[in-house]
């Protein structure tokens, strides 16, 4: 079975500062895909960051980036020019690339991170 | 266009009893999961559903059992409820099961006393 692990419960980071959040996790696979998935006090989850885990390019979306080490298994979310908008509870998760689409995201316990102003 | 909507918002249910809870989709989504979110914990898969069939399964006992519509609209049903069932219920749909991403709902705080 698949693990992922977030070792930070909590992270702190000043507004328009850089926080980097670590993920690592556990599988035998070689064809899967790695989330981190941002949820505010909403509850609603979103989608902030996709890795395939055949390409070597690191992701990246706007003021987000990943730093994927596939050997290593690790998978960390770096965060720029932080704003305010960014405090919420990040989770890293993994999925199988097989299995036909029919398996679910297996969720880390998440890291809280905190913006100070 | 709405997104994932999931009702009730809130739910509270004392052992023993059972509770269902509704999820639609995304317009244009066909395929709905169920994820279980304790307190302080990271969501859990429950199942999928697409074409109106249970896809795949996560590692949840048989009282949690679900349904989807032709509509593609989906319940969660759990029976004889537990205390440890108390956790925030979170629907996720997509169109297809393919890798296309997973939209989210706000979820349904279920407490069971």
């Known amino acids: 079975a698949q693990t992922v692990t977030q070792s930070q419960p909590e992270m702190s980071v000043q507004e328009a500062e850089t926080v980097t959040l670590s993920c690592t996790y556990d599988t035998s696979e070689s064809d899967y895909y790695l989330f981190w998935y941002k949820q505010p006090p909403s509850r609603q989850m979103i989608l902030v960051i996709r890795q395939e885990a055949y390409k070597q390019q690191n992701a990246t979306e706007n003021r987000f980036s990943v730093n994927f080490q596939k050997a290593a298994k690790s998978f960390s979310l770096k965060i720029s020019d932080s704003q305010l908008g960014d405090a919420a509870m990040y989770f890293c998760a993994y999925r199988r690339g097989s299995g036909g689409g029919a398996d679910g995201l297996t969720f880390g316990k998440g890291t809280h991170l905190i913006i100070q102003p | 266009d709405a997104g994932v909507t999931q009702s009730p918002t809130h739910l509270i249910k004392t052992r023993g009893q059972q509770v269902t809870l509704r999820c639609s989709p995304k317009?244009?989504?066909?395929?709905v999961s169920w994820y279980q979110q304790a307190l302080g914990q990271g969501p859990q898969f429950i199942f999928q559903y697409y074409e109106e069939e249970e896809r795949q399964r996560g590692n949840f006992p048989d009282r949690f059992s679900g349904h989807q519509f032709p509509n593609y609209s989906s319940e969660l049903n759990v029976n004889a409820l537990l205390l440890g069932d108390s956790a925030l219920y979170l629907c996720?749909?997509?169109?297809?099961?393919?890798?296309?991403?997973?939209?989210f709902g706000p979820g349904t705080r279920l407490t069971v006393l």
């Open positions: 996720a749909s997509r169109q297809g099961m393919n890798l296309n991403e997973q939209f």
């Open positions: 317009s244009g989504h066909d395929t």
